[in-house]
C-alpha cells in the first residue's frame, strides 16, 4: 500500500503537479495600481499574499513589476423573455483587462483580457431569491477571474516580453 502511494506521489510531482491555489510569481515584489479601498485590490493582494511569497509594496518604483488594470467592465444582459415579455433569463459578463509592466515601461504580461460569463435564470415570483443568487453569481466570477489573473502571473517571465 505505501509502495503504491509513493509511486503515485512521485508520478503527480514528475508531470509538474501543483495543487490549484498555490502559484509562484516571477516577482519579489509587485505593485497594484488600483486606489488603496478598492476590494479589487483587496482580493488580489490577498490572493497574492496568502499563495506566493511575492510582498505587494506601496509604490511603483519600489516594486520590481506593477500590475495595471486597464479596464474592468460588468454586464448583465438579457438573454431571453417569456410569453408575456418578462425577463427569464440573464447573462452576467464580467470583462477585466490588464498588464505587467516595470518602472521603465517594459511588459512582463502584454495587454490581457479575462472574459467570465455566467447564465442566470429568473423568476418574478422568487425576486428575493434571485437577488441572493445574482450576487453568489458575481462573487464566484471574481474569484474565477482573480485564479486566472493569478494563473498568468505565475506565468509571466522577467524578461520584457518584446525583446
Known sequence: MRALLLVAALVLAGCGFH???????PF???YIAQP?????RA????????ATHTRIVGTAAEAQASLIILGDQIQKKIMSLNSAGRVREYQLERTFV?????AQGWEFVPQSTIRITREMTFD??????KQAEESLLWRDIQNDMVQQLMRRL???KLKPADS
Not at 482580493?43 to 496568502?50: Q, S, T
Not at 418574478?124 to 431569491?129: I, N, P, R, T
Open 19 to 25: 495543487l490549484r491555489g498555490s502559484f509562484s510569481l
Open 28 to 30: 519579489d515584489t509587485l
Open 36 to 40: 488603496e479601498a478598492s476590494e479589487l
Open 43 to 50: 482580493v488580489i493582494k490577498r490572493n497574492i499574499e496568502a
Open 98 to 102: 490588464f498588464m505587467v509592466a516595470n
Open 124 to 129: 418574478d415570483a422568487a425576486v428575493l431569491s
Open 154 to 156: 505565475a506565468a509571466a
